[in-house]
């Protein structure tokens, strides 16, 4: 084979290795349509999760508020820190080095009992960190999650 054909072959397959603009537009539009598709309800199932993770925490919290309660008397403690704090037997009433962090990364709210309202309250403001909202900015308490608050 000579120079020549070779060359002339190399040059045809080089030209046959690359995408048409054509072909790289559709490719483009394809991958537009399913991220159009697919972000939103992402987006829906991200904060769904956040939703479950500040129940799971509230519930924790509340279980934690009450054994502390049972084990003192009925005494509820004077802030959440406590309940990472060992007790002189060792034993703390959150497993936590320190008392979780909301999903949207605020401090989680607590008010104890006080006449008129016998039982504790943890609550976080949800996302947009402002009393009332709805969705992902949502208020959420343990008393919500039971179905005991007003």
């Keep these: 084979m000579n120079i020549r054909k070779l060359h002339n072959i190399r040059t045809a397959e ?3 290795a690359g995408f048409s603009l054509a072909e790289l537009m559709v490719v483009i ?3 537009g349509l399913l ?3 697919v972000v939103p309800n992402v987006i829906k199932k991200l904060g769904e999760a956040f939703g479950g993770k500040a129940k799971a925490d509230l519930m924790a919290l509340d279980n934690a508020l009450s054994s502390y309660a049972i084990n003192n008397g009925q005494r509820y403690p004077e802030s959440l820190e406590e309940l990472v704090i060992p ?3 060792g034993h ?3 497993t936590a080095k320190k008392v979780p962090l909301d999903p949207w990364g605020q401090e989680y709210q607590y008010e104890p009992p006080y006449p008129g309202h016998p039982q504790p309250r943890v609550f976080t403001l949800g996302k947009d960190g402002a009393i009332g909202g709805e969705g ?3 208020d959420m308490s343990n008393l ?3 179905g ?3």
Aim: aromatic share 4%; no cysteine; net charge negative.
């Design 148 to 150: 005991a608050e007003e």
């Design 136 to 138: 992902s900015d949502g």
């Design 144 to 146: 919500s999650i039971q």
């Design 35 to 37: 991220a159009t598709l």
């Design 92 to 94: 703390a009433y959150l």
């Design 14 to 16: 080089a030209q046959k």
């Design 29 to 31: 539009v394809i991958i």
């Design 87 to 89: 007790d002189e037997n």
